[in-house]
C-alpha cells in the first residue's frame, strides 16, 4: 500500500509560481511513474504530466512548457514545480501512482489533493 500526501498549495497572484510537492510513504516510488492531476470546481479530472520510472516525462498541452515534473527517489518525493501561472489553473491538484511505470493510465493510488487558486 502506497500513501500520498501533497503540499505546497496556497494562493498565488497570476505569473507567479508555485512547488507543489508530494510524499510517499509505504513503499518505495522507484518503480512507479508519478503523474500529476488537477481538478476545478464543475470540471472533470484534468491529467496534467507524469513522470515515467524510466525518467521520461510526459505533459498535457495545457502546461507543457510552464509545468515540470521531478522526483526525490531518496526522499521518496515528487514535486510539481509551476510557473507562470493562470486563473485558469485554479484547481485541486492531485499525485497519483501507478505501479505499471508507464505513466498513462495505471494510477492506483491517489494523495488527498491541496488546493491552489491563482488570482488576476
Known amino acids: 500500500q502506497v500513501q500520498l500526501v501533497e503540499s505546497g498549495g496556497g494562493l498565488v497572484q497570476a505569473g507567479g509560481s508555485l512547488r507543489l510537492a508530494c510524499a510517499a510513504s509505504?513503499?518505495?516510488?522507484?518503480?512507479?511513474?508519478m503523474g500529476w492531476f488537477r481538478q476545478a470546481p464543475g470540471k472533470e479530472r484534468e491529467f496534467l504530466g507524469a513522470l515515467r520510472s524510466g525518467g521520461s516525462t510526459l505533459y498535457s498541452n495545457s502546461v507543457k512548457g510552464r509545468f515540470t515534473i521531478s522526483r526525490d527517489n531518496v526522499k521518496n518525493m515528487v514535486y510539481l514545480q509551476m510557473n507562470g501561472l493562470k486563473p485558469e489553473d485554479t484547481a485541486v491538484y492531485y499525485c497519483?501512482?501507478?505501479?505499471?511505470?508507464?505513466?498513462?493510465?495505471?494510477?492506483?493510488?491517489w494523495g488527498q489533493g491541496t488546493q491552489v487558486t491563482v488570482s488576476s
Open positions: 509505504g513503499r518505495t516510488l522507484r518503480s512507479y511513474a
Open positions: 497519483a501512482a501507478d505501479p505499471t511505470g508507464s505513466g498513462t493510465s495505471s494510477y492506483i493510488y
